[in-house]
Each structure stands twice: as structure tokens, then as C-alpha cells.
């Protein structure tokens, strides 16, 4: 049951927590206080009381349950009204009810409902959660407090000089790697090369050296004209390919929008109308020109960025949105 622990947790934030048909649950701050009788020091907490009202509304519990469980208003009221005919049946069978973290449930002799607070929830959270400080533990620590502070002290100077120094260490690397990888530029009548020095660059080059084909070098050969056409090899003339017309008049042009339609760029689709109207807010304060313009063949709400009368303004504008904003956008013609 989630219900007790969703009220821990607006407990936990300090705030007052009404559960219809139940009551309200009232938490209030403790300040730090001194006990003169046995000499201690009391660190800040909370205090919570539960008042027992049936006719509670408890509408901002039910609002708080349906953002947690992510479902509407009405499944939200039922899970409350689950959570609480639970807890008055255990109670009116004469069992006491414990939550961890929130307290425990019962009823006394007048059949009223009794609720205690979890030790948990009174000193959790924030600043509380101190123990109570004896004052002699309190006067004892005090003595020593100046060498913690001069402690503290050479703790911070020795870490603030430990950064600098690596820092300085870190930048002479840093410019030393990019001195390494500077571009040398070499000047000849003809052209101008650039040459990369870099460690990386020159095992690059050796292995493009490797995978290159060398060019033959030309054959220079001094006989006579006559030994040359005993020797010149007769090239056999190669068949011709057949030629594959292909008809031009076929080719793919832009796609035109349907008469009285546009290309719409689509953000999502929702089974919810409601939903699909959120996140069409959501767009619109981002700049985009959104609107919920169609529906699926399944019956999803289509939502959209923006629509254009062109396939080129949409194709240039889901390239824009793809990149910063949402990889799976596509084109849709309505």
C-alpha cells in the first residue's frame, strides 16, 4: 500500500496532509530547545498530530497520488478511498497499524482513532536528526574547537595549493601536446602544402604508404623499330556493352502536398486528447508553431512541430529538429 508512504513523504517536506474521508495530518517545526533538569541540549524536529474528520476533502492529496502513479483523477480518488476502508476495518477489528516511516494506527476506549508519529519522521530530514548533546560533552568539545579551526585552515591552503599546482602542471602538458600537432607550412613556386607533424599523422602516412600502389616505372627500351613491332603486343578490341536505355521521363520528383494539404513534421502521438493538448502547450511555449492536426489509423492523437506547403521546408526543418531535438521526428501529408 503506497498511499501512508506518499503521506510520509509530505511530511517529510514540512507540509500539512489532508486525506478525504479520513483527516489531516498536521506537521509542525520543533526549535532547538535547552533542558535545564537533566542538562541537555534538544536539537530542532518536528511535531506531528493527526485530527480525525470524515467529511475531509483531501482534494491536494488526490492531486499529489495521481502525479505519483501517473493515472487520472478518478483512479487516484479510488486508490485513497482502497487505502482508507483498509485501515478502519483493521482498526475496528482491534489491530494496531504500523507504517514504517509514518506511525502507527489505533483505536482507544472511546473508539476514537490514536495516532503516534515514527521516530523517523519527527527527526528526519533537513538539520534534524541530532541526538541530545550533554553540556559536559558540550563545554569539553569546546576547548578543542580553535585547533579543529586551525586545522581546517592548513587542510583548505593544502588543497587549494595542490589544485594550483596541478592546474599549472595540466596547462604545460595541454600546450605542449598541441605544439607537437601544429600544422608546418612549406612554400614551393607551384603550390602550397601543409604537413601534419603529429605522431598520429606520421603512422597514418606510413601505413597510407603501405596500402598505395606504386606506379610502374616506364620501360625504356633502345632497339630498332623493327624489333618493336615483332614485339608490340596486338590488343584484341574489347566486345561493346549492350546499351541500357533508361527511360528519363520516370524520374522521381518531389512529392506534392494533397490539395488542400501540408506537410506536418510530427512530434508524437497519444492515445489521450488531453495529453496530446499538454504536450501541444509544452511546443508552443519552446517556440514551435504545434498543433494536434490528425489521427493514426490505430486513433492516436497526432502531434506536430510546425506544418509547411513544401516537401523542401519540411525536409530542411525536421533535419534542424532531428539533430537538437527529437531523433525519431518524421513527415507525415495531411
Not at 495521481?66 to 475496528?92: F, G, M
Not at 598505395?212 to 627500351?221: A, E, F, G, L
Amino acid at each position: 500500500m503506497k498511499i501512508p508512504l506518499y503521506i510520509r513523504d509530505l511530511l517529510l517536506e514540512g507540509k500539512n496532509v489532508a486525506v478525504a474521508g479520513f483527516g489531516t495530518f498536521e506537521c509542525k517545526k520543533v526549535a532547538a530547545a535547552y533542558d535545564k533538569e537533566n542538562s541537555l541540549f534538544i536539537p530542532p524536529g518536528r511535531d506531528v498530530t493527526f485530527i480525525f474528520d470524515e467529511n475531509t476533502k483531501g482534494t491536494d492529496f488526490t492531486f499529489y497520488v495521481t502525479e505519483r502513479e501517473s493515472v487520472k483523477i478518478e483512479q487516484a480518488q479510488l486508490l485513497v478511498e482502497e487505502a482508507i476502508d483498509d485501515i478502519n476495518y483493521q482498526l475496528h477489528r482491534g489491530k494496531r497499524i504500523k507504517y514504517t516511516g509514518l506511525g502507527t494506527f489505533q483505536l482507544d476506549q472511546q473508539k476514537n482513532i490514536v495516532f503516534e508519529a515514527d521516530t523517523e519522521l519527527l527527526t528526519g530530514g533537513e538539520y534534524f536528526g541530532l541526538n541530545a548533546v550533554p553540556v559536559a560533552a558540550y563545554a569539553k568539545s569546546k576547548q578543542s574547537l580553535g585547533m579543529k579551526i586551525f586545522l581546517a585552515f592548513l587542510l583548505i591552503i593544502g588543497v587549494g595549493l595542490v589544485g594550483y599546482w596541478g592546474f599549472i602542471v595540466w596547462k604545460m602538458v595541454d600546450n605542449q601536446r598541441h605544439t607537437m600537432g601544429m600544422p608546418i607550412h612549406l612554400s614551393s613556386p607551384d603550390t602550397t602544402k601543409v604537413i601534419l607533424t603529429s605522431p598520429g599523422q606520421k603512422a597514418l602516412d606510413s601505413i597510407r604508404e603501405q596500402i598505395t600502389p606504386t606506379k610502374p616505372s616506364p620501360v625504356i627500351n633502345n632497339s630498332s623499330a623493327s624489333e618493336k613491332e615483332e614485339t608490340e603486343e596486338v590488343k584484341k578490341p574489347e566486345p561493346k556493352k549492350p546499351e541500357i536505355k533508361t527511360n528519363t521521363s520516370s524520374k522521381q520528383t518531389e512529392p506534392e502536398a494533397l490539395p488542400g494539404g501540408k506537410f506536418y513534421i510530427v512530434a508524437g502521438c497519444f492515445r489521450s486528447e488531453e495529453g496530446a493538448r499538454k504536450f501541444v502547450g509544452q511546443l508552443k511555449a519552446k517556440g514551435y508553431s504545434s498543433e494536434l492536426f490528425s489521427k493514426t489509423e490505430s486513433g492516436l492523437n497526432m502531434v506536430s512541430y510546425a506544418s509547411f506547403k513544401t516537401r523542401a521546408e519540411a525536409d530542411a526543418e525536421l533535419l534542424r529538429i532531428r539533430n537538437d531535438e527529437n531523433k525519431a521526428a518524421y513527415i507525415v501529408n495531411r
